[in-house]
Nanobody, 119 residues
């Protein structure tokens, strides 16, 4: 059974930083592209950042330069560090695992973790 468990969300003040974690089980983690998405109230889910199985990161323009995604294959965990948070970053953040490799195809989602940026 595949599980993606996010943690690290919460209430932060504008300008602060936080680190989200996503622990995966039930998949061959190192073969998956791992991503962070977010969904704000009334808006569609959008990509925040992803990191390929080879360790190449990609960022949405709205977090580029103030966020870092990284993975620890030994711990089956992907992280997202976000700096200089603002109110527009308030959303539920979801972890995604995706693979199109033969024998490991899959697209999985976590339950999400709430991030609220407010003073």
């Amino acid at each position: 059974q595949v599980q993606l468990v996010e943690s690290g969300g919460g209430l932060v003040q504008p300008g602060e930083s936080l680190r989200l974690s996503c622990a995966a089980s039930g998949i061959l983690f190192r073969l998956y592209t791992m991503g962070w998405y977010r969904q704000a109230p009334g808006k569609q889910r959008e990509l925040v950042a992803l990191i390929t199985s080879g360790g190449d990161p990609n960022y949405a323009s709205f977090v580029k330069g103030r966020s870092t995604i990284f993975r620890d294959n030994a711990k089956n965990t992907v992280y997202l560090r976000m700096n200089s948070l603002n109110a527009e970053d308030t959303a539920v953040y979801y972890c995604n695992a995706n693979s199109r490799l033969p024998g490991t195809q899959g697209d999985y989602w976590g339950q999400g973790t709430q991030v609220t940026v407010s003073s």
